[in-house]
């Protein structure tokens, strides 16, 4: 399915399964903006989409976490693109371990970017998808579907941003907007890499899923017409040996 000249946000585009999406829907011959920190890491990736798909893109240095800048960030591509047609909330990350030795900087880090910077994001992107009838993805996590207790703040979080997203397909359904929930285990990504070792160094290419794998089931969503993809689970194939 074609997103051919459709607008596209993806927040946490600067690496992982948020640079990998950005590819995905530029081949798909979206336009793209690119959203997260990292300003000259998007430049980079915003340069190699137009290279290899001839799509236009926008860098939008944006913290998720500020509630004014994902403001601006929503405004400045619709002016942009003349609209918005698809919104991918990816932005997110893991920190500490376990409650008792989890400190407030590590539960605040992960609440204000995985469950605030949804909502702002979400919220402001709404009258605009209602507009063209678009899609709405959230990137939300097996650690969303079942309990972590290495990390249940990262778990609460994804849990979240499901129970979120199914509530709001419920008004923004009928309005004429799609939205999914598509669940990844382990991803070979900078994930974790605050606390130490990242996924893409922890595990070796075979034993988990790619980030490509992700963006695929993303575009897939991202490119419905007037279904919803409710929901996609992205596994690795032994997640549930010895369960
Ligand atoms: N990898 C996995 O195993 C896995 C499994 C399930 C779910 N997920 C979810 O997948 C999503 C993407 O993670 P990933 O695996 O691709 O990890 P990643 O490679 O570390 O990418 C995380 C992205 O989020 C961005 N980000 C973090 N804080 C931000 C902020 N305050 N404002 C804007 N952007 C911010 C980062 O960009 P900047 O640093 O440039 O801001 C980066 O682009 C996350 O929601 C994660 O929870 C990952």
Redesign the pocket.
């Known amino acids: 399915m074609s997103l051919e000249d459709s607008a596209a946000i993806v927040?946490?585009?600067?690496?992982?399964?948020?640079?990998a999406t950005a590819h995905e829907l530029a081949s798909r011959g979206a336009r793209v903006a690119l959203?997260?920190?990292?300003e000259e890491?998007?430049a980079g990736i915003a340069a190699d989409l137009e290279t290899k798909y001839g799509v236009e893109t926008l860098v939008v240095p944006?913290?998720?976490?500020d509630e004014a800048a994902v403001d601006d960030l929503i405004e400045t591509v619709v002016d942009a693109f003349g609209g918005l047609d698809v919104l991918v909330n990816?932005?997110?990350?893991?920190r500490g371990d376990g409650v008792a030795d989890l400190s407030t900087d590590d539960y605040r880090a992960m609440m204000?970017?995985?469950v605030d910077?949804v909502f702002f994001a979400t919220r402001a992107a709404l009258p605009h998808l209602r507009e063209s009838d678009g899609n709405l993805v959230f990137?939300?996590?097996?650690?969303g579907q079942y309990p972590r207790p290495g990390n249940p703040v990262?778990a609460a979080t994804?849990w979240w941003v499901r129970g979120f997203a199914h509530s709001v397909e419920g008004r923004a359904g009928p309005d004429g907007v799609g939205v999914t929930v598509v669940?990844?285990?382990?991803?070979?990504?900078?994930?974790?890499?605050d606390d130490g070792e990242?996924?893409a160094e922890r595990f070796e290419p075979g034993e988990?899923?790619e980030?490509e794998e992700?963006a695929d089931a993303i575009g897939f969503a991202a490119a419905q017409d007037h279904s919803t993809v409710h929901e996609i689970d992205v596994y690795r194939r032994d997640k549930f040996e010895g369960w």
């Open positions: 927040t946490g585009a600067s690496s992982g399964i948020g640079e959203a997260s920190r990292s890491r998007l944006t913290d998720v976490r990816n932005a997110g990350l893991g204000d970017t995985n910077g990137v939300g996590s097996f650690a990262y994804k669940n990844p285990s382990e991803v070979r990504t900078e994930f974790g890499g990242s996924f988990v899923s980030p992700i």
